[in-house]
């Protein structure tokens, strides 16, 4: 039961993480497609503490806060300035999945996965030490 819960963490924080386009602009792309980029960089989190996320240059990964195993891997791209698509593909389970977030602030992603599945990412403040 534990390992279905932490997959299910898994894939939702692998497609919040997926949203987002990453990287600096190219072939004259909009700032539209710059400035998303920037507001979702960095760890998120899973709202029932399972999982965190990492979106990084339109790759995200996830992994477990206990074991800091990897629990999915996708990509992701801003589809508007506050929709982000992921296409992520789960370790735990071997699937691929799609999974449409919406940044509501700057601190939390509400997703839905292909599947109807809800969940939220929110990100901590960068802890120092």
């Not at 997926?18 to 602009?25: E, T």
């Not at 899973?46 to 206990?66: C, L, M, P, Y």
């Not at 593909?89 to 509501?104: D, E, F, I, P, Y």
């Amino acid at each position: 039961m534990k390992r279905y819960s932490l997959a299910i963490a898994a894939t939702a924080l692998t497609i919040t993480l997926a949203g987002c386009m990453s990287g600096p602009m190219q072939d004259g792309g909009s700032a539209q497609v710059s400035k998303p980029s920037d507001s979702v960089q960095g760890q998120w989190f899973d709202t029932s503490g399972v999982a965190f996320s990492n979106f990084n240059n339109g790759v995200f990964e996830t992994r477990a806060n206990d074991t800091k195993e990897k629990l999915a891997e996708g990509n992701y791209r801003f589809a508007s300035a506050n929709l982000i698509e992921i296409d992520l593909r789960s370790l735990a389970r071997g699937t691929q999945s799609k999974v449409n977030c919406a940044l509501v602030s700057t601190g939390q992603l509400n997703c839905t996965s292909s599947s109807g599945q809800q969940f939220s990412l929110t990100r901590r403040s960068p802890q120092v030490g």
